[in-house]
């Protein structure tokens, strides 16, 4: 088979196209035909080299992909060869034609769910939920600023939140990225482009503030942030590039929290919560990933280097 091997750290050229041995599944693995392959930022950071978690190398990138089952291993149920699946995890990586997995890390995928569609939801609609509803807590009414929601987590937010009944404000810095925000149903649409942009909020929130934040770029945007939360607001820092100071006492004033989150925390309970979740909403038509951009497997650097890009817009795949 062939698949992406990274030998050493360090820019998207050390993404090698390779040709590899066949992997096959033993006791409770499941052995995936991929049909697509979802890229995500973290995937970038580890490749770079500048990631706390680092694999051992070399290695095939990537945890998200969806395909057919090709074969099972010995001891198991939740699916049989020619079933339809996506990935929260993989063992081989999912930079590959074939793909190697524990059965936990397989879940069903409906029939009107593409397999672009399925590769889009490991990471960010499990990214999405956790932040939502395992580290905020949101519930229906309230209000949420997705900030920076036209890329594949923030999509997958503003859909989960509008399912949930959350009010949804929503930033984007495009024309293009907006217009896709509103044919998601956002009502309130702000341009982080603009200077003042988040002044809106308090208008939006008749004066007082935005419950949860979702923010995918901390390091630019969290000090600001922190002056739109209401009182007992919650701030959940999903992405970030860096540093940034803030003043203690915007949260002091509102007893407001920030929140860290990672997928990587996530344990079996709350995976399984998720992935349940996830599953009802593909099957209701509530979740519909948006795909960007395909690259074929071979071009994975391209790839790695769009997703570093600004204006995100959907969710970039590769194409075995």
């Not at 390779?18 to 970038?44: D, F, K, R």
């Not at 935005?210 to 007992?232: P, T």
């Not at 004033?253 to 997928?263: E, H, P, V, W």
């Not at 948006?290 to 890009?309: C, Q």
Request: aromatic letters at 6%.
């Amino acid at each position: 088979m062939n698949a992406i091997r990274v030998k050493e750290f360090g820019s998207p050229d050390v993404l090698k196209y390779e040709s590899l041995p066949e992997p096959y599944p033993t006791q409770g693995q499941v052995l995936i035909e991929v049909a697509a392959v979802g890229i995500n930022p973290v995937e970038a950071y580890i490749r770079a080299g500048g990631y706390p978690r680092k694999p051992e190398l070399p290695y095939t990138p990537g945890a998200d992909c969806a395909g057919v089952v090709a074969r099972i291993g010995p001891g198991v149920a939740s699916c049989k060869p020619g079933d339809r699946v996506y990935t929260s995890g993989t063992i081989t990586g999912a930079y590959a034609e074939l793909a190697l997995c524990a059965e936990r890390q397989t879940h069903p995928l409906p029939d009107a769910v593409t397999f672009k569609q399925g590769a889009a939801l490991g990471v960010p609609y499990g990214a999405a939920y956790r932040a939502l509803f395992h580290r905020a807590g949101a519930v229906a009414g309230e209000f949420v600023l997705v900030h920076g929601a036209t890329g594949g987590v923030g999509i997958a937010a503003v859909q989960l939140a509008r399912a949930a009944g959350l009010a949804v404000i929503a930033t984007g810095g495009t024309d293009r990225g907006r217009e896709l925000l509103r044919s998601e149903g956002v009502s309130h649409i702000l341009d982080h482009s603009q200077p003042g942009y988040l002044d809106a909020a308090n208008d939006i929130t008749q004066s007082r503030g935005v419950d949860v934040i979702l923010e995918m770029l901390a390091n630019v945007n969290l000090a600001n942030d922190l002056r739109v939360l209401a009182k007992n607001g919650r701030a959940v820092v999903v992405g970030s590039r860096g540093n940034i100071e803030i003043n203690p006492r915007e949260l002091m004033s509102r007893d407001a929290d920030i929140l860290g989150m990672t997928l990587f925390n996530a344990d079996e309970s709350d995976l399984k919560s998720i992935h349940a979740a996830l599953f009802a909403g593909l099957s209701n038509n509530t979740l519909r990933p948006v795909i960007g951009k395909e690259f074929p497997l071979r071009d994975a650097p391209s790839a790695h280097r769009a997703i570093m890009d600004k204006g995100a817009w959907g969710k970039i795949v590769l194409i075995p």
